[in-house]
């Protein structure tokens, strides 16, 4: 606790350093009168405790590199795009934490949708220096095996093992609902959406992972790059991800 008397020089030299003294506020945000109240801090936060999205966000926590609020979103895309034709894309599927999270999503509510995986599933390739701080390489402790093990759901889930877009060979009459692409690295995530975006229903979405993370410059870079002459714009949000919905053909 500050004295008054010394919290104004305090505050003063504080500022002068850039720095800025305020009390903390310590009131009770929750809203009993409201359902959920206690997900109001302040705002409606349905990621820190909806019980649905909790059973499926720990289903993904031990394997994944993607946060609480950011898996909801995802969350929120299958919802939104379980009626939209087409299968389910992720690219970069590291240990399978998200990967699992959406298979058992399809699992429940019954969808004859795919999910299709796409990931060496033994690291990064190599990288481009002027856009990538990650290195070829990186994220190499995991394994095909553990990944298919741990996702399960095997009737609906396919598995492209390999460089993208090489993998991509034998798609070409693919048609897609929603993609969630983790690639972190600029010219992974550019092959990708060339390759994804014609073949995405309309009313379907492209979640980007890494848009807003300052270890993934590359990734914003070919995001900004590909949509710059499209009629769809990336919605930047506040988790770090950049959300693009297709309305037209
Ligand atoms: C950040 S991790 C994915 C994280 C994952 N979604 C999770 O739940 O934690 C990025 C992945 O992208 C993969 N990757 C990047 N570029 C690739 C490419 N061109 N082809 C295949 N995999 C690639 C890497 O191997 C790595 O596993």
Redo the contacts with the bound molecule.
Sequence with gaps: MVPRMLATPAKFLLRRLGLELRRLQHEDLSVPSIPDGHLYRPHYCPWLGDSEFERYYQI?AP????SRHRCHVLYTMLQQCLDVPGDIW??????????AMMASFLAASGTDKKLLL????????PTDPLHDLHQEG???D?SISEVKEYVGNAEFCGYHQ????E?FVGLAAAQIAAA?I????Y??VL??IEFIWPRLSVGGMVVF??YGFRTCPGARAAVDEFFKDKSAYPLCLSTGQALVFKSVA
């Design positions: 993904a394997r994944t590199l993607v992720e690219c970069g599927v590291y240990k399978g934490g998200t990967a796409f990931d060496t599933f033994g690291g990064m390739p990186d994220f190499a995991t390999g460089f993208i877009p993998t969630h983790d690639l972190d690295i010219r992974s092959h990708c992972d890494d």
